[in-house]
T-cell receptor, first 114, second 114 residues
Framework: SQQGEEDPQALSIQEGENATMNCSYK?????LQWYRQNSGRGLVHLIL?????REKHSGRLRVTLDTSKKSSSLLITASRAADTASYFC??????????????FGTGTQLKVEL | ETGVTQSPTHLIKTRGQQVTLRCSSQ?????VSWYQQALGQGPQFIFQ???????GRGNFPPRFSGLQFPNYSSELNVNALELDDSALYLC?????????????FGPGTRLTVT
């Protein structure tokens, strides 16, 4: 089952604008990660934020985490047409067998228009 | 490019048949995870292998099985295919299977069951 929901499901903006995507999750987490997926292909890791962190930056990306509200947001500043993709949040959890898994949300489809 | 490769790219099978999907991990990585992504959904965790042993499994029936080989390449086998097995199957490798390691995803195999 999906861990949580992303909001909005789809977002269309003009190049140069900022894009904000939100993610909510249900259970306690060790970390939360954001991934990008182009055209239904492989996922690319963007950023990881630990459960004891509140904000993290990487280039044009800014991620926040509010564990009390079980939510996270991804901000992409000064968007470009090449940012057009689906964006997923994923929570990392340890499995009883010693492994770990990512539980993904439902994704936000971002379209950046020229 | 993540260095993780998957084969085949696309596959069409008939309900009831069996299928084997292959993944070649990034060099030096000894952990591989498999995910199923239905159309319009986020990926769902199937299982994870560490040094040839399964160390975690998601909510998938036993007809989903896997193998990891000494060179850390891996296979996903699905028996008695059902229409709902139609999806993009993604493998992801990581260095030592630690929770906060980045997982590197392959481009996926798109399976269609008719």
């Amino acid at each position: 089952s999906q861990q949580g929901e992303e909001d909005p499901q789809a977002l269309s903006i003009q190049e140069g604008e900022n894009a904000t995507m939100n993610c909510s999750y249900k259970t306690s987490i060790n970390n939360l990660q954001w991934y990008r997926q182009n055209s239904g292909r492989g996922l690319v890791h963007l950023i990881l934020i630990r459960s004891n962190e509140r904000e993290k930056h990487s280039g044009r990306l800014r991620v926040t985490l509010d564990t009390s509200k079980k939510s996270s947001s991804l901000l992409i500043t000064a968007s470009r047409a090449a940012d057009t993709a689906s964006y997923f949040c994923a929570t990392g959890n340890i499995l009883t067998g010693g492994g770990n898994k990512l539980t993904f949300g439902t994704g936000t489809q971002l379209k950046v228009e020229l | 490019e993540t260095g993780v490769t998957q084969s085949p790219t696309h596959l069409i099978k008939t309900r009831g048949q069996q299928v084997t999907l292959r993944c070649s991990s990034q060099s030096g990585h000894n952990t591989v995870s498999w995910y199923q992504q239905a159309l319009g959904q986020g990926p769902q965790f199937i299982f994870q292998y560490y040094r040839e042993e399964e160390n975690g499994r998601g909510n998938f029936p036993p007809r989903f099985s896997g193998l990891q080989f000494p060179n850390y390449s891996s296979e996903l086998n699905v028996n008695a295919l059902e229409l709902d097995d139609s999806a993009l199957y993604l493998c992801a490798s990581s260095l030592d299977g630690l929770l906060e390691e980045e997982q590197y995803f392959g481009p996926g195999t798109r399976l269609t069951v008719t």
